[in-house]
C-alpha cells in the first residue's frame, strides 16, 4: 500500500491534484478509489530524473529499454473497467518501472507482477520497495506466459496496447475473470495503426469482449499477431 514514506519523495502534488481534475474527471474516470490512488501515488518516482517534470503529462512516456508508461488516463479507464475489488488477486503485464502495480496495490489485495526486461524488473523492485508497498511481486519472465505459480487470477492487466491476448492469458482468468488493455488493429495501406481499449470477461468457461474506447499507446513488445482468440 502507498504510506507516508512518499512524502520524502518531491512534493507533485500540485501536478497530480492537475492530474486527476484536467485528465481524468473530463474522461469518463469516476471511480473515486482510482482518482485518490493517483492523486497520491508520486508518478515522477517512475520515470528518469531528467522526465520528473513532465511526469504526469497526457502522453505515454517513455521509461527506458524502449518501453513506455501508458498515459494516466488509458491506465484509470482500464483499471475501472476492471472494477477491481479489494479481495482480488490481479496479475500486472508489463509493469515497466512498477507505476502500474503500485496503483493496483492499492486497490487489490494481492498483485503478481511479470516484467521480461530484467533491467526494468529491478527498478520496479526498488520503486515498490521505497513506498513500502508490499502486497505486490514483480517478476522477471516471460509476458505472454504470465505466472501460473497464483493462477487463476481475478483480474489481469496488460500495460500498452496489443496484436492479440494469448490464449495463455486468458486461461489463468478464474470464472468471472476480466481482462483489460488496449487492441491494436493493423491501419491500411498508408494509414496509422489505431487502438482500442476492451474488455474481456470469462463467463461460463468462454471469452466474452467489449470495447471501452478509443486509445492509442505504445505496443508491449512479444505481443505481435499470432493465432489466437480473435474478437
Keep these: 500500500m502507498v504510506t507516508a514514506s512518499q512524502k520524502k519523495l518531491p512534493d ?4 497530480r491534484a492537475n492530474m486527476v481534475v484536467n485528465q481524468l474527471r473530463p474522461n469518463k474516470v469516476h471511480d473515486e478509489r482510482v482518482l485518490t490512488v493517483m492523486e497520491s501515488l508520486p508518478r515522477e518516482l517512475f520515470v528518469p530524473t531528467m522526465m520528473n517534470g513532465v511526469a504526469y503529462i497526457d502522453e505515454d512516456l517513455q521509461v527506458g529499454q524502449g518501453r513506455y508508461l501508458p498515459e494516466p488516463m488509458v491506465l484509470a479507464r482500464l483499471i475501472q473497467a476492471a472494477r477491481i475489488k479489494s479481495d482480488d ?9 512498477g507505476y502500474s502495480t503500485a496503483v493496483l496495490a492499492a486497490l487489490a489485495q494481492d ?8 533491467v526494468l524488473q529491478e527498478v520496479a523492485v526498488r520503486n515498490l520497495a521505497a513506498l513500502e508497498i508490499q502486497n505486490a511481486r514483480v517478476f522477471n519472465a516471460s509476458m505472454t506466459e504470465g ?12 500495460n500498452g496496447s496489443v496484436d492479440a491476448v494469448p490464449g495463455k492469458l486468458f486461461e489463468q482468468l478464474k470464472e468471472g475473470g476480466r481482462l483489460v488493455t488496449v ?5 491500411t495501406a498508408g494509414f496509422a495503426h489505431t487502438g482500442e481499449a476492451r474488455l474481456f470477461e470469462k463467463i461460463h468457461g468462454s471469452m466474452c469482449s467489449r470495447s471501452l474506447f478509443d486509445a492509442n499507446v505504445q505496443p508491449v513488445p512479444g505481443f505481435e499477431s499470432e493465432p489466437s482468440f480473435v474478437f
Design 183 to 187: 487492441v491494436r488493429h493493423a491501419g
Design 111 to 118: 498483485i503478481v507482477a511479470v516484467e521480461s526486461d530484467a
Design 12 to 15: 507533485n502534488a500540485i501536478a
Design 89 to 97: 488477486c490481479v496479475l500486472d503485464i508489463a509493469p515497466a518501472t
Design 147 to 158: 505466472w501460473v505459480g497464483k493462477a487463476p487470477y481475478d483480474v489481469i492487466l496488460i
